[in-house]
């Protein structure tokens, strides 16, 4: 019911900046949340950032201060903006979309962040 598309993953250098977008279609409740997640070769998927419907954010510490997340409730499109980045977090990543209400959560295929040395 609900279809998410990530894109603008790619090769960076470490320092870099990479921008993702994730937009979403289907029924989308109102109230919800969407964010990013990442998820790294033998390691667990782990939470990058989140933004609600009102706007609250909520970011990983290990990215607090590089990452922005921002969101188009208009277009249904969640943003994250990576700057600083280190080889750490290459990963894929994936975009999340949870009707808060009633805690159901879509994933997306996922885009994958390379950063290099």
């Known amino acids: 019911q609900v279809q998410l598309v990530e894109s603008g993953g790619g090769l960076v250098q470490a320092g870099g900046s990479l921008r993702l977008s994730c937009a979403a279609s289907?029924?989308?409740?109102?109230?919800?949340?969407m964010g990013w997640y990442r998820q790294a070769p033998g390691k667990q998927r782990e939470l990058v950032a989140t933004?609600?419907?009102?706007?609250?954010?909520n970011y990983a510490n290990s990215v607090k201060g590089r990452f922005t997340i921002s969101r188009d409730n208009t277009e249904k499109t969640v943003f994250l903006q990576m700057n600083s980045l280190k080889p750490e977090d290459t990963g894929l990543y994936y975009c999340?979309?949870?009707?808060?209400?009633?805690?159901?959560?879509?994933w997306g295929q996922g885009t994958q962040v390379t950063v290099s040395s």
């Open positions: 289907g029924s989308i409740f109102r109230i919800n949340t």
């Open positions: 999340n979309l949870r009707h808060d209400l009633v805690y159901v959560d879509w």
């Open positions: 933004i609600s419907s009102g706007g609250s954010t």
